[in-house]
């Protein structure tokens, strides 16, 4: 089975500007997670979407957004982009089973706001 | 989430065991535990996961104690590919009609340096 993908792998965007971010999960996962990783907060959880539904927030802005098609692919989005928010982002899949909630990541997308 | 706490670093030689320990002593009755290791410059990857039962697979093995307030990553033999940072998560973790969801939350984890 091929692994997580995500879209584009390296980015530079403005400070101001948006950015929209792609993930395609393991064929069959209908989770789809979004993490963002920093040199200072380390790993944070950003939302959960399971079957086109957000089912789970973290403690980010509403800057920070997401969706999931029913193909399961997942989009996350940020706008009006702050220094700040220069990180590498994670997407990481899961079947979503009551007993099986391992995650499965991506390579990230690395994002420098200038 | 249920806190878990880590020794910073461990060091270890290629070929030798490795045990990377992890306190859980706020563990509920239905938590999971769960470990992740993050190669540089790369994501996250997700290595084994129990619940009350040693568990094994082609990776690691997991021996959880009786109490379930600990538990212990073993590596049989390191190689110079097993130097990550590794995380032991208690799942923040939703079970309904059969499907889960729910969050990971990474602490900063155990950086295990293997020396040639």
């Known amino acids: 089975k091929a692994g997580v993908t995500q879209t584009p792998r390296y980015l530079i965007k403005t400070r101001g500007q948006q950015v929209t971010l792609s993930c395609s999960p393991i064929?069959?996962?209908?989770?789809v997670s979004w993490y963002q990783q920093t040199p200072g907060q380390g790993l944070q959880f950003l939302f959960e979407?399971?079957?086109?539904?957000?089912?789970n927030k973290g403690n980010f802005p509403g800057r920070f957004s997401g969706r999931q098609f029913s193909n399961s692919r997942s989009e996350m989005n940020v706008s009006t982009l702050e220094l700040g928010d220069s990180a590498l982002y994670l997407c990481?899949?899961?079947?979503?089973?009551?007993?099986?909630?391992?995650?499965?990541f991506g390579p990230g997308t690395r994002l420098t706001v200038t | 989430d249920a806190k878990t706490t880590q020794p910073n670093s461990m060091e270890s030689n290629e070929e030798e065991p490795v045990h990377l320990p992890c306190n859980h002593s706020t563990i509920s009755g239905t938590d999971y535990i769960h470990w992740y290791r993050q190669l540089p410059s790369q994501g996250p990857e997700y290595v084994i996961h129990?619940?009350?039962s040693n568990v094994n697979n082609r990776m690691a093995s997991l021996a959880i104690a009786e109490d379930r307030k600990s538990s212990t990553l073993i590596l049989h033999r390191a190689t110079l590919r097993d130097a990550a940072v590794y995380y032991c998560i208690l799942p923040y973790q939703f079970n309904a009609g059969g499907t889960s969801y729910g969050k990971l939350t990474f602490g900063q984890g155990t950086i295990l340096t293997v020396h040639p």
């Open positions: 990481a899949s899961s079947a979503g089973l009551a007993d099986s909630y391992e995650q499965y």
């Open positions: 129990g619940l009350t």
């Open positions: 064929s069959g996962h209908r989770s």
């Open positions: 979407y399971f079957s086109e539904t957000q089912r």
